[in-house]
C-alpha cells in the first residue's frame, strides 16, 4: 500500500513513523526541511519538501494512483485543498484533520465524498469524547465500548488489597466467564498473560466483559466509585472547549487559563463554565479556587510537563480523578509511572482512526490503539472457511503477544476461553502487540 502524508508536524510525523513499521511505502511532505530533518534516514520513508497544495509538487511525490493522502497540517484549509487537489490528481482516497465540527456530521458526509474528501477526523473532538467518557467511569483509568455495546473494555490500577492480586491465571481463579483479563501493564512493559502469570500491586489490567459485570470487577479490583460534579480544567485548548462543551449541564465547571485575552474569549464561547485568570501550577492559587472540593481535575494546556506537574499537584490536594494531556509520547511511561491518572494523547487517538482503514485485507470494524499499552485492541470478523474458524482456540497457534477476548454472536457478548470454537461472522475482539496485526488478518480472512 501507498500512502502520503502532507504535514510533518506532531501527528504527521507521528503517523509516518508508525506506518513505517507496517511494510508500506510511506512519504512525507512538508514545506520545512527542518521538521522534516533526518526522518527519510531514521524510518523507511520517503520525505519531499514541497507545498501540499502544489500541483507540481503533489504530481512530483507521485499522488497519481497513491491508495491514500493523508493531509494533516495545522491548517484546515489547507488539508481540504491538498485532499480535493489530490484526488483529481487520481488519488484513490483522501483524509483530512479539520477543525469544523460540522463537517463531521452525518447529513454532510455525501458532501464531501462527492467532492473527493473520503474521510475526516478532529482529533480534538475525539479527545474530549474520551474525557467526558472517563469521568462517567471514574474508577477506571480507561473505558471503550466494543462491538456497538455489547462488550467493554475496562483498564484499571490494582492497588494493594485487592482480591485479584497474586492469583495465577493457570489457578482457575479467573475462569468464572464473567470477565476476561486480556493484558496487564507492569512498569514500562504490556504483558499478554499466560497461565503462570498474576496481577501484581500497581499493575494497569485490561479486562473485557459484559456491562453487567462491571460491579464484579469494580469489587475484586478494589476500586469505589464517587460521583463527580466538579471538575477544573487547567488550559483554554481546543480540546478544553470541546470537553466543556460535551459536558452535563449540571456539572459545576471551572476553567483555568494564564492569557488573560483569552480568558475574555472563551468567556463568551463557553457560558456553562466559570473561566479564570490565572495559573494552574500555582498551589495557592489553586487552593484558593477550590481545588480541595474538586472531584476531577483535568491538564489540557499545549505544554506535557505542565499538566504532568498540574495533576501532581492535584492529586497532593486529594483529587480522586486527574486526567492529562501527554502529547509527548516519550513522555507517558514517566506519567503512568507517577500515577497521575488518565493519560490522554490525541496523537494515538489519530493513529487508531487511520489503521482502521488501512487494514482492508480482513474485515475490521474497529482498531483502538491504546495509549497506555504498547498494545491495540481489534475486533475482526471471522470469514467462512478463514483459520480462525478451523480449530478450537487453545488449537489456533496465534501469534505471541495476541490474546482474544471475547466475541459478538448474533447480537451477544461471549467470553472466550480456549474451548471456544469461532465461528463465521463471529465478531472477535483481539487485544495484541502492534507488530502481530498484520499476521492476525491472515488468521481471519
Given at each position: ?16 513513523k ?9 512519504s ?6 527542518d521538521?522534516?530533518?533526518a ?15 502544489s ?32 484526488n ?9 484533520r479539520v477543525?469544523?465540527y ?7 458526509r ?11 477526523i478532529?482529533?480534538e473532538v ?18 471503550l ?9 475496562c ?5 494493594e ?26 512498569n514500562?512493559?504490556?504483558?499478554i ?25 469494580l469489587?475484586?479490583?478494589g476500586?469505589?466509585?464517587h460521583?463527580?460534579k ?17 459536558m452535563?449541564?449540571d ?6 487559563e494564564p ?7 472563551l ?11 490565572g495559573n494552574?501550577?500555582?498551589?495557592e ?18 505544554n506535557?510537563?505542565?499538566n504532568?506537574?498540574?495533576?501532581l499537584?492535584?492529586?497532593?490536594f ?7 494531556d501527554?502529547?509527548?509520547?516519550d513522555?507517558?511511561?514517566?506519567a ?24 482492508d485485507?480482513?474485515e ?10 504498547d ?12 483459520r ?6 487453545k ?8 490474546n ?18 469461532i ?11 502492534s507488530?502481530v ?9
Open positions: 500500500m501507498r500512502i502520503i502524508i502532507a504535514g510533518a508536524g506532531d501527528v504527521g510525523t507521528h503517523l509516518a508508525l506506518l513505517s513499521r507496517e511494510n508500506m511505502e510511506i512525507l511532505l512538508d514545506e520545512s526541511k521538521r522534516l530533518g526522518l527519510d534516514a531514521s524510518y523507511d520513508l520517503l520525505t519531499k519538501v514541497g507545498s501540499p497544495t500541483l507540481r509538487d503533489l504530481k512530483d511525490i507521485g499522488v497519481n494512483g497513491v491508495d491514500l493522502f493523508i493531509a494533516v497540517t495545522p491548517s484546515e484549509s489547507v488539508n481540504m485543498t491538498s485532499c480535493l487537489i489530490a483529481s490528481l487520481g488519488a484513490k482516497r483522501t483524509l483530512a477543525d469544523n460540522e463537517y463531521l456530521l452525518d447529513e454532510n455525501s458532501f464531501f465524498e462527492n467532492l473527493g474528501l473520503n474521510h475526516l478532529y482529533p475525539l479527545a474530549a469524547r474520551e474525557i467526558t467518557e472517563s469521568l462517567h467511569t471514574n474508577w477506571m483509568r480507561y473505558n465500548q466494543l462491538s456497538g455495546g455489547n462488550l467493554e473494555l483498564v484499571v490500577k490494582v492497588r488489597g485487592a482480591q485479584m492480586l497474586f492469583k495465577r491465571f493457570a489457578s482457575g481463579y479467573f475462569a468464572h466467564g464473567k470477565y476476561r483479563v486480556v493484558a496487564v501493564k507492569r514500562n512493559e504490556t504483558i498473560p499466560k497461565g503462570n502469570d498474576q496481577i501484581e500491586p500497581n499493575d494497569l489490567v485490561f479486562i473485557v466483559c459484559r456491562h453487567e459485570y462491571r460491579d464484579m470487577i469489587e475484586q479490583a476500586k469505589n466509585r460521583e463527580i466538579n471538575v477544573i480544567i487547567y488550559g483554554g485548548t481546543r480540546i478544553a472547549q470541546k470537553t466543556i462543551q460535551q452535563p449541564s456539572m459545576q465547571i471551572k476553567l483555568i492569557d488573560r485575552d483569552l480568558c475574555y474569549a468567556s463568551e464561547k463557553l457560558p456553562n463554565a466559570m473561566i479564570i485568570n494552574g501550577n500555582d498551589m492559587f489553586l487552593k484558593d479556587e477550590g481545588i480541595e472540593d474538586a472531584d476531577a481535575f483535568i491538564a489540557l494546556t499545549d506535557t510537563e505542565t504532568i506537574f498540574a495533576c499537584a492535584a492529586k497532593r486529594g483529587v480522586r480523578k486527574t486526567i492529562a501527554v502529547e509527548n509520547l513522555y507517558i511511561p514517566m503512568e509511572g507517577l500515577d497521575i491518572g488518565t493519560v490522554l494523547n490525541k496523537k494515538t487517538i489519530t493513529a487508531s482512526y487511520i489503521y482502521q482503514m488501512l487494514l485485507r480482513a475490521v470494524r474497529n482498531v483502538q490503539n491504546i495509549t497506555s499499552a498494545a491495540q485492541l481489534v475486533e475482526f470478523v471471522a470469514a467462512e472457511g478463514s480462525v474458524t478451523r480449530d478450537k482456540v488449537d489456533l497457534s496465534l501469534p505471541d503477544d495476541t482474544i477476548g471475547a466475541l459478538v454472536r448474533a447480537g451477544v457478548g461471549i467470553l472466550v476461553n480456549g474451548d471456544t470454537q465461528m463465521k461472522d463471529d465478531l472477535v475482539v483481539v487485544f495484541c502487540k507488530h496485526i498484520r499476521k492476525l488478518e491472515r488468521y481471519f480472512q
